[in-house]
């Protein structure tokens, strides 16, 4: 059963009381030999098939978003590059006369991934929620002033 916390926002409502939202409560990452232990175990493929299927569907993901495609996988999501500047170098300013960026100063930075509706309603009908018994800390609050 998953659990929450009622964290608290960083700037006051318009009426200058405190506003609190949900915040699920994480117990750590699952990752990708976990997933196909599990589904090797439900399904009769082996978790060496399921590694490789896997390791290639992300290379042809990553190939793809290279090639300057998003990505839309059904009942998963969509995947898009998102571009930014490298350290060193100053955004442009628009104004005449000013250097242009080209495409040496510009690099990968991100990838955005936006959920399926299908994933949010899948996970939606796994998720059943309880009050989680220890209160939420932000992580400056665990630290002292000094």
């Known amino acids: 059963m998953a659990e929450y916390n009622m964290q608290e926002l960083n700037l006051p409502g318009e009426d200058g009381k405190r506003i609190l939202y949900p915040r699920m409560k994480l117990y750590g990452q ?9 589904i090797a175990y ?26 300057g495609y998003s990505v839309k996988i059904d ?7 998102a571009l930014g500047l490298r350290q060193d170098r100053e955004r442009e300013t628009g ?10 100063s510009i690099c990968l930075k991100d990838i955005h991934f936006k959920a399926d509706k299908e994933l949010l309603y899948r996970t939606a009908r796994q998720c059943h929620l ?3 018994a220890d209160k939420f800390q932000r992580s400056s609050q665990m630290f002292s002033p000094q």
């Open 75 to 81: 009942n998963l999501g969509v995947f898009t590059p």
């Open 30 to 38: 699952v990752d990708l030999e976990t997933i196909t232990e599990k």
């Open 95 to 104: 104004e005449e006369g000013d250097t242009k960026r080209n495409a040496a």
């Open 130 to 132: 309880k009050r989680s």
């Open 42 to 67: 439900a399904s009769s493929f082996t978790r060496g098939d399921i590694i490789g299927l896997m390791q290639a569907v992300t290379d042809e993901i990553a190939y793809q978003m290279g090639q």
